[in-house]
């Protein structure tokens, strides 16, 4: 598929949980990983539209096991589940075989931080539709190299063409912000946002719950309502 891009504007809001983290390389970042992460940031896009951009060193680290560091040679994303054909698809391919797009995304922290950041990345339903999603499939589920998981409705991913980001800021994700790629679940709270992903199941039980879900945070994970029950 030829690569092309689109811009999506408008700011939305993320509210990040303070116990989920910021749910929210060429080649692999060694550890030590903040020291790559200041060296990046002069070379970040800080403006886009003429309105300011957070640095990608503006986060915090939150995750439930601390930053994965994901070989990118071996690297595959798994597509299964309710599909026609499963995907093992590798990171060069997802990157270059699928169209790309941006979004401008502003993230909130409970703890009293903000971000708004520049994604670039795939539409998830692009990946979706080239796996062959079965008609009686109305649930998402995506999984993180660390054991985290989260879910989504199949609709919300379709209706908002949500992206699985592999760049922020013009800056391909380091590692502790997710390398290879991050979910960018806008209007969704932070424990929606998973990081690290390695596996994208499609299914039919819209009960399935993630690892925060399964400690009392809202299933739908919607930004109008409260993340608990």
């Known amino acids: 598929m030829a690569r092309m891009a689109a811009v999506f ?42 309105e300011q951009l957070s640095s990608i060193a503006d986060f915090r680290e939150n995750s439930i096991k601390g930053p994965q560091y994901i070989n990118q040679s071996e690297y595959r994303l798994e597509i299964n589940g309710l599909v026609t054909r499963t995907l093992s698809l590798p990171y060069d391919m997802v990157i270059t075989g699928y169209p790309a797009y941006e979004k401008r995304v ?11 950041i520049l ?8 990946l979706l539709a080239d796996a062959g999603v079965n008609p009686a499939a109305n649930t998402v589920i995506i999984y993180a190299s660390d054991g985290y998981s989260t879910s989504l409705p199949l609709d919300y991913i379709k209706d908002r063409d949500i992206l699985l980001a592999y760049s922020m800021n013009g800056v391909v994700l380091p590692a502790e912000r997710g390398f290879p790629f991050q979910l960018v679940a806008e209007d969704r709270w932070g424990y929606k ?3 690290w992903v ?29 993340f608990f029950g």
């Open 193 to 195: 946002w998973i990081k």
């Open 106 to 116: 502003t993230l909130f922290c409970v703890e009293g931080w903000e971000v708004t």
């Open 198 to 226: 390695t596996k994208i199941e499609v299914s039919d039980d819209p009960a399935y719950r993630g690892y925060w879900e399964k400690r009392g945070y809202s299933q739908t994970g919607n930004l109008q309502k409260g």
């Open 119 to 126: 994604w670039e990345g795939v539409r998830v339903e692009d």
């Open 9 to 50: 504007t408008g700011i939305t809001l993320a509210l990040v949980i303070i116990l989920s983290g910021c749910l929210t390389n060429p080649g692999v970042f060694q550890k030590g990983g903040e020291a790559n992460i200041t060296s990046l940031t002069p070379v970040e896009v800080r403006e886009y539209e003429g």
